[in-house]
């Protein structure tokens, strides 16, 4: 397999991106889910330039449709545009970071709360069996496979915390939080610590012990917190 030498940071690698593909999308939209995919993965890294004649020869599209994502990725900050420079994949900073996740802790803090209070038996079951899917995905080494374990996960706590409002503020952070999240389970050393999390947190609500679930749910993004950060700094040795 051949790169490509670019100006600036490093190598833009020649990828194999999977195209997001969807009849009832323009094409505009479909450049833009698959390139916003690659970046929330890490196929595009940080620091990256994104080369819009490169991309639109490795997606089999023009470069507008390339353009018009780039545009809409810097709107949603997972892209930064420098002058005389180009289009780069945004870095991650302590300070996007933080802020992100001061807020997640909060609502994923109340989302086990209210859990506790309100959630069935057949969704106790439910997170049950996601905590066990998120172990078999961590044994793997498929990242894809265990962020979407991860995802699973969460998405059955704030759904029985039976709060709408709830649910769509956290959805609204859900891709910012999975670029993060993407980071931190890439760490092998990092999975013990989440499988143990992950059953402290399901055990707790299970058991309706608001006290032990919110304190389990702010010591989970705490962690992820401080993982990343610490990878944010290593990459800034190297």
Do not use: W
């Not at 709360?113 to 439910?126: F, S, V």
């Amino acid at each position: 397999m051949t790169s490509r030498k670019t100006e600036g940071r490093g190598y833009m690698e020649e990828k194999e991106f999977q195209i997001e593909v969807d009849d009832l999308l323009p094409l505009r939209d479909v450049v833009f889910y698959t390139l916003r995919r690659a970046i929330l993965t890490g196929q595009l890294k940080p620091g990256e330039r994104l080369m819009e004649v490169h991309l639109a020869e490795k997606l089999g599209v023009s470069r507008t449709p390339i353009r018009e994502a780039i545009r809409k990725l810097e709107l949603e900050g997972l892209v930064t545009i420098i002058p005389r420079r180009g289009a780069e994949v945004a870095e991650i900073t302590e300070k996007s970071l933080n802020d992100v996740l001061e807020v997640r802790r909060a609502l994923d803090a109340l989302g086990a709360e209210l859990a506790c209070e309100r959630i069935t038996g057949e969704e106790i079951r439910e997170l049950k069996k996601a905590c066990e899917d998120f172990e078999k995905a961590a044994a793997g080494n498929d990242a894809d496979a265990i962020a979407k374990a991860d995802v699973a996960f969460h998405d059955i706590i704030i759904r029985a915390a039976g709060n709408q409002r709830l649910e769509q503020l956290v959805n609204n952070l859900a891709e910012q939080m999975y670029r993060y999240r993407f980071v931190y389970i890439k760490e092998e050393e990092q999975r013990g610590v989440l499988l143990a999390e992950h059953r402290e947190i399901c055990d707790s609500i299970a058991a309706r012990d608001v006290v032990r679930a919110r304190n389990a749910a702010k010591q989970h993004i705490d962690n992820q917190q401080k993982a990343v950060i610490r990878q944010i700094r290593l990459e800034k040795r190297k």
